[in-house]
């Protein structure tokens, strides 16, 4: 199993960037996999994901602004992010729930992790 995040950088208050995570290894839609963030200081987080039968889940802090979708045939992972804030200014993650049975925003259930990548938002 791998997962390759890309698509972070610098953008000013609200802005957008779209993230992308390129999974191999496993069949994307068979899992739980979702989008963390971990800004420094803080705790990692569950920011969005799609549960293994489909339902998809935000933080009460993304809602309306990001939205999570995947391309079966790509076998990759999107986060569209828009109207950035500096608050989520972040290491930006893809993880998946190989095991099964964790809540796909449950960062402690996932199984597999990206490297991830730096979001920053300036203000």
């Known amino acids: 199993v791998q997962l390759v995040e890309s698509g972070g950088g610098l953008v000013q208050a609200g802005g957008s960037l779209r993230l992308s995570c390129a999974a191999s290894g496993f069949t994307l839609d068979y899992y739980g996999i979702g989008w963390f963030r971990q800004a420094p200081g803080k705790e990692r987080e569950g920011v969005s994901c799609i549960s293994s039968d489909g339902y998809t889940y935000y933080a009460d802090s993304v809602k309306g602004r990001f939205s999570i979708s995947r391309d079966n045939a790509k076998n990759t992972l999107y986060l569209q992010m828009n109207t950035l804030k500096p608050e989520d200014t972040a290491v930006y993650y893809c993880?998946?729930?190989?095991?099964?049975?964790?809540?796909?925003?449950?960062?402690?259930?996932?199984?597999?992790w990206g490297q991830g990548t730096q979001v920053t938002v300036s203000s």
């Open positions: 993880a998946t729930d190989q095991d099964g049975g964790s809540w796909c925003l449950d960062y402690r259930g996932m199984d597999y």
